[in-house]
């Protein structure tokens, strides 16, 4: 087997420096026009600096750019049964085929970028946390709600950097630079309850809802979501009615529903649709180009080019690089399903067009992020300015989560199905009726169904114990995590310790 905002809010630049978590420019995260540089000193006078510098801890959900592609959601692709890395040749993006292949090193793979990211965005969330209650300028309301914001976002890093390396630095406040050379390795043990406390502490002050000048900020119901997604990857049945019950609580908000129309969702028209429950927001209307590249600058999705096929020609679509194509194993478990024709896109079969096969072609790719035609970025270097939102929690993932968390629970199995029957019946597919293990491996498979190609599939196998035997060349031993990355190893002094089997 193939292991196979909305908003016109502006953003500006915080200045510092630091071995392990320094922070560069900011950059807008939606729709923005950057205003310029401010001093970090100089900063935090202001509720609209401090809005400012909220939004520059979100900026960092979009970076796709350090040390090379590092797109998240479609790495987790290429390392799932669903994709191969593909490309041009075996060359054209080493990383990707390492992590296709599992044969990551200290020196090879995305961990740098991942690493990099994820820190930032740490860096940033500190940063906030210490000044905002020093603004006396700042509402009470304001500074309640940014707060949990940012207790939020400082969350969803560190839980990324757990899934990805295991054992990292747990960094609460910013650094002098003594301390750089200090910081302290902590593992999940400890990682997962500080996760766990902060969306905790997030939850109770935001908002059920945003109206449509927010879209883009974290609600009440992600942070739920979010925390059952943590409880539901540390895999113990212990915690799996807190799973359920923070779904439920969702799913009795009111607030989301399935889209009727299953292939809506990836639409342009579906971005912050009554299913999405939290997206990742881009924006066409940069002007990003090369020279930028790395930075952190770039408003738009270049995962969508990567996707696409490569030299095409042809309706609907416009040409991409040929990454990311769908294996031979899950065009196969989704044949016949409703949702495969907006899954996959079966280039061969496509009337009036052509393409250049590219490396591990299969003739089957991505649909979900395809670079359609009607989104094409009309500014800019296109590659980079893509707009396509990714859909990190959607509703109903949240009810097959709820569904998980019933059954590992020992709660309703009527109730199970029934979340499980919903997500079939939106898309026509008659219901299920199984119990018990059987009730199990169908959620899981119902999972990879709905959710093909959105960067959930690897974690599903890791949690499930899976992976060893669906992922070929995938050890237990040595491939739970990425390596860290020898760039911070080397700058560390001794500080950091490498991951087993590296």
Not at 223 to 247: G, H, K, P, S, W
Not at 379 to 406: C, F, H, K, S, T
Request: glycine share 8%; aromatic share 12%.
């Amino acid at each position: 087997m193939k292991k196979t905002l909305h908003t016109t809010i502006k953003s500006f630049a915080i200045l510092a420096l630091g071995a392990l978590v320094s922070v560069g420019c900011s950059k807008d995260f939606l729709t923005t026009t950057p205003v310029g540089r401010d001093l970090e000193i100089n900063y935090y006078q202001t509720e609209e600096q401090a809005f400012e510098a909220l939004v520059s801890i979100y900026d960092v959900l979009q970076w796709n750019d350090q040390y090379g592609f590092s797109m998240h959601r479609f790495l987790m692709n290429v390392a799932s049964d669903d994709n191969y890395a593909g490309g041009s040749d075996a060359s054209d993006q080493p990383s990707w085929v390492a992590t296709d292949n599992f044969t990551w090193t200290p020196n090879l793979g995305p961990q740098a970028g991942f690493w990099r990211k994820n820190y930032k965005g740490v860096y940033r969330a500190n940063l906030f946390l210490e000044k905002i209650d020093a603004i006396d300028a700042a509402s009470e309301a304001f500074k309640t709600r940014s707060k949990a914001e940012a207790h939020f976002l400082r969350a969803k890093f560190y839980f990324d950097l757990a899934r990805h390396f295991g054992y990292v630095p747990l960094i609460q406040s910013t650094l002098d630079p003594s301390e750089y050379y200090a910081v302290n390795q902590v593992g999940p043990e400890v990682l997962y309850p500080f996760i766990i406390a902060e969306l905790e502490a997030a939850i109770p002050d935001l908002p059920v809802s945003v109206p449509g000048i927010e879209l883009g900020r974290v609600t009440k119901g992600a942070a739920q979501a979010l925390l059952a997604r943590v409880y539901l990857f540390m895999d113990d049945d212990a915690n799996m009615d807190e799973v359920a019950t923070l779904c439920q609580e969702v799913i009795n908000s009111g607030q989301y529903s399935l889209e009727p129309n299953y292939e809506d969702i990836f639409k342009k028209t579906g971005e912050w649709g009554v299913e999405s429950v939290f997206e990742i927001t881009y924006s066409e209307n940069s002007t990003s180009d090369w020279g930028r590249f790395g930075s952190g600058h770039s408003e738009g999705n270049v995962g969508v080019q990567f996707c696409g096929m490569r030299d095409y020609n042809g309706p609907d679509y416009s040409p991409g690089w040929g990454f990311c194509p769908v294996t031979e194993d899950l065009e196969s478990f989704m044949d016949g399903d409703p949702r495969y024709a907006a899954t996959i896109i079966d280039a061969d079969n496509l009337a009036g067009a052509e393409y250049s096969p590219g490396y591990q072609n299969t003739g089957f790719f991505m649909k979900k992020y395809a670079p359609l035609a009607s989104n094409f970025p009309p500014d800019g270097e296109p590659a980079l300015n893509w707009g396509n939102n990714i859909r990190e929690i959607r509703y109903a993932d949240v009810l097959l989560m709820a569904a998980e968390g019933l059954v590992r629970s020992g709660g309703s199995e009527g109730t199970a199905r029934s979340y499980v029957n919903q997500v079939r019946s939106r898309v026509g597919i008659q219901g299920i009726g199984a119990s018990g293990s059987a009730l199990l491996e169908a959620i899981y498979d119902e999972r990879r169904m709905e959710l093909a190609t959105e960067g959930h599939r690897y974690y599903d196998l890791i949690r499930t114990g899976k992976a060893a035997t669906t992922l070929d060349n995938w050890d237990a031993t040595k491939h739970r995590y990425l390596p860290i990355p020898q760039n911070e190893l080397d700058a560390s002094q001794g500080a950091l310790t490498q991951n087993s089997g590296y």
